[in-house]
């Protein structure tokens, strides 16, 4: 029996007849469905299908420019993390830009240098007139809570909490939940598409507010990953960097997962800042296939496939100092000069962003 009753955790429709579908219930009595039970008992995702679902179709826009947009971005994946079409979406309404899990990176962090330079990232954007806020905040460890609070409470309608997949919307509202001694708990979890319809939080304030599901991040190489990796590639612990000092020549493997290669320049310091599970390993660049073939393939954290290996290149043009981004891997800091060669090798859907220094 199909319901008009909705899952407290992820928001779906629940029904009791089908068990291999989604939003299943033994009961229709209970208030959350058997996938979020298990996810939150279990830590255990039942995979039904939910690839297929477009998640964009279900946020909410009007043309009355009354809502307003908490856009959550990941400081892990500031680029992967966006989405342009969610961004035309929105770009109607006030956008308030959340960079969360800045406890990742809290011990190197300049706040001011950050929210800089992602106002500077957001120039081309459709809703670059309508950021109204940009604030860094840690949905698990409270930071900046208070003052998104104060934000979101005085807004005059609706406020949405967007982003892809996996930023961390529900963590946030659950912790703006129990920070307003509300009664509500949404299903938050260490993999995708888990918010799977919009959900209506209680925080006491006049306003609506609202978890959407999250959009779907296409540039992360989560998405390319042999299925049993993805959750150790989920970051949730503060990433410490990991410095190399390179000459010419030399290729760094992230396992199986991708390559970085200094092919032109003098001896430099490359900072690499990624999850601490991924281990890096040194080669040379003349030894770069031979490794690739004979360990990177076998490594224990691998990509589903390697028919879409590709490389891409970036030369230095001017001295200054750089952040180059491989999405869902995180970055690699260093101090560059004109002439410099650089090359990354991934999967060809996975984004690589050289940009300046961001923190
Ligand atoms: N380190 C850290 N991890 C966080 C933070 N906020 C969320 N996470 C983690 O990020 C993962 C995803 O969190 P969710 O709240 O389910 O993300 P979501 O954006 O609601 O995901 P969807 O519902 O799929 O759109 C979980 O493993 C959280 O523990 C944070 O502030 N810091
Ligand atoms: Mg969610």
């Keep these: 029996m199909t319901s008009y009753k909705t899952c407290h955790g992820c928001g779906i429709t629940m029904q009791s007849e089908h068990s291999d579908q989604i939003g299943y219930v033994k009961n229709l009595e209970q208030n959350y469905c058997y996938r979020c039970f298990r996810l939150t008992n279990y830590n255990e995702l039942i995979d039904y299908d939910v690839a297929e679902i477009d998640f964009l179709k279900q946020i909410t826009t009007t043309y009355d420019k009354k809502n307003t947009y908490c856009y959550l971005l ?8 966006r989405n ?6 929105i770009a109607n ?12 990176v809290i011990k190197l962090t300049n706040p001011k240098k950050v ?3 992602v106002k500077s990232i957001f120039v081309d954007s459709p809703l670059y007139h309508k950021i109204t806020k940009i604030l860094l905040v840690s949905a698990i460890k409270n930071y900046q809570l208070d003052e ?5 409470s005085n807004q005059q309608g609706p406020v949405y909490f967007v982003g892809t ?7 946030l509202l659950n912790s703006l939940i129990k920070l307003t001694n509300q009664q509500q708990k949404i299903t938050v979890a260490n993999s995708f598409a888990t918010t799977l319809a919009t959900i209506e939080v209680n925080l006491g304030t006049k306003n609506k507010i609202y978890d959407t599901p999250g959009v779907k991040n296409e540039h992360n ?4 990953l042999a299925k049993k990796n993805q959750k150790e590639l989920i ?3 503060l990433i410490r960097p990991v410095t190399f000092q390179l000459n010419s020549e030399q290729t760094i493997f992230y396992q199986g997962l991708a390559s970085f290669t200094y092919l032109t320049g003098p001896k430099s310091n490359f900072h690499f800042y990624k999850n601490n599970k991924i281990e890096l390993h040194r080669t040379k660049l003349n030894n770069k296939n031979n490794y690739f073939f004979e360990h990177a393939q076998q490594a224990n954290l691998n990509l589903a496939d390697y028919q879409n290996w590709k490389a891409t290149r970036f030369k230095i043009k001017s001295s200054n100092l750089y952040s180059l981004f491989i999405s869902g891997l995180g970055w690699i800091t260093f101090d560059g000069f004109a002439g410099q060669e650089i090359m990354i090798e991934t999967n060809e859907n996975v984004a690589v962003w050289l940009s300046n220094d961001f923190i």
């Design 235 to 237: 970051v949730n612990q």
């Design 148 to 152: 998104l609070y104060h934000l979101i």
């Design 115 to 117: 929210i800089n330079y």
């Design 84 to 89: 342009l079409e969610l961004e035309k979406l």
């Design 221 to 224: 190489i989560i998405h390319y």
């Design 74 to 81: 990941d400081i892990y994946d500031l680029y992967g993390s």
């Design 93 to 104: 309404n006030n956008v308030i830009i959340i960079i969360n899990k800045i406890d990742l």
């Design 165 to 171: 997949s996996n930023t961390g919307k529900s963590t």
